[in-house]
């Protein structure tokens, strides 16, 4: 039989039920917490949490963070607090933007965007970061930036000032993952993370930020099946019919833009397939690409996944603690 994307069709119901069971028992007997705290950004993943949370623990039992900040769009807490209005759970709004000033977040990623646009100026200017060269053997970094006059301009970023834009940038996730972890120990409740199987797989994350979590619901679910999953779950239409973003940079940006090779449903295709051990020939043939983009991306996959070990490791001891069990 060839190769289709109707490899991702599941039982969402049946599915549903298996993953509540497993939060009531990992929340309950694993991790002995009263309930969950779901950070809520309006987009596809935490919306989908949040809804199996609720199904599995109750309203009462789960709690919702809202965290915009300067550069988050005009859109993002209309869109999470729909999440918790649908569903009924109690939320609170923290603005990031005072604490992400304080760490000079966006003076360090906007001196480090002046070395390739010295007139670069936030206040005036927006800016994101796109991954350049997919399909040709490589990946590169660009800054594109809109000038006041509305003129788009594009420039390829040196090593450095790349790394520390995305150092500055990841302020962002580690102040949010700060604040769940104070409402979790304030309620007694575990922290959620939100990441699919296209991010965990390819380290889409960032380490102490996003990345860390006591469970994930969703890290085993392609991101098709997260659609899916949130559409049988009640999810808001103007959230399922939106096409994910960072929602990190002051211009609007696709997670394809910046780190897949391809927009998520292809993605999807092409990471089953080199799971389940399709030639590139077939995906390709399915996805309407030539088989040498999708041996590309087949060998894209095999890079991340080298690249981001490390974020999946735990802290790494010298020496074992024969005391403590992991």
Not at 105 to 134: H, M, N, Q
Not at 175 to 198: C, I, Q, S
Not at 238 to 254: E, F, H, K, M, V
Request: net charge negative; hydrophobic share 35%.
């Amino acid at each position: 039989m060839a190769f289709s994307t109707s490899v991702l069709t599941m039982n969402l119901e049946a599915e549903a039920e298996r993953i509540c069971g497993e939060i009531r028992r990992v929340v309950g007997q694993v991790l002995k917490r009263r309930g969950v705290i779901v950070a809520l950004s309006g987009g596809i993943d935490s919306s989908c949490v949040a809804a199996l949370c609720t199904r599995a623990l109750g309203k009462d039992r789960v709690f919702g963070l809202h965290m915009p900040e300067r550069d988050s769009s005009s859109e993002t807490l209309s869109l999470s607090t729909s999440i918790s209005d649908t569903f009924g759970f109690e939320s609170t709004v923290e603005i990031l933007t005072p604490i992400l000033d304080g760490l000079r977040c966006y003076e360090r990623r906007d001196d480090a965007i002046r070395e390739v646009f010295p007139d670069f100026d936030a206040k005036t200017w927006k800016s994101k970061i796109v991954l350049g060269g997919v399909g040709q053997g490589y990946n590169a970094y660009s800054v594109v930036v809109e000038t006041p006059s509305g003129e788009i301009k594009r420039q390829r970023l040196p090593l450095k000032a790349y790394l520390q834009v995305v150092a500055a940038t990841n302020f962002k996730q580690r102040t949010r993952k700060m604040l769940e972890y104070f409402h979790g120990d304030r309620l007694h409740y575990a922290v959620t993370g939100t990441p699919n199987r296209l991010e965990y797989d390819q380290g889409f994350f960032v380490k102490g930020g996003d990345g860390l979590a006591d469970i994930k619901p969703i890290a085993h679910l392609y991101k098709t099946q997260v659609y899916a999953m949130a559409e049988h779950l009640g999810v808001p239409q103007d959230i399922c019919n939106r096409a994910p973003t960072t929602d990190t940079y002051s211009l609007p940006q696709g997670q394809d833009e910046f780190y897949f090779s391809l927009p998520y449903p292809q993605m999807d295709a092409c990471l089953w397939g080199k799971n389940h051990g399709v030639p590139a020939a077939e995906v390709a043939a399915a996805l309407s690409l030539t088989t040498e983009q999708v041996e590309w991306v087949y060998k894209d996959i095999d890079q991340k996944r080298s690249t981001t070990r490390y974020l999946h490791l735990s802290p790494q001891l010298c020496q074992e603690v024969s005391e403590i069990t992991h």
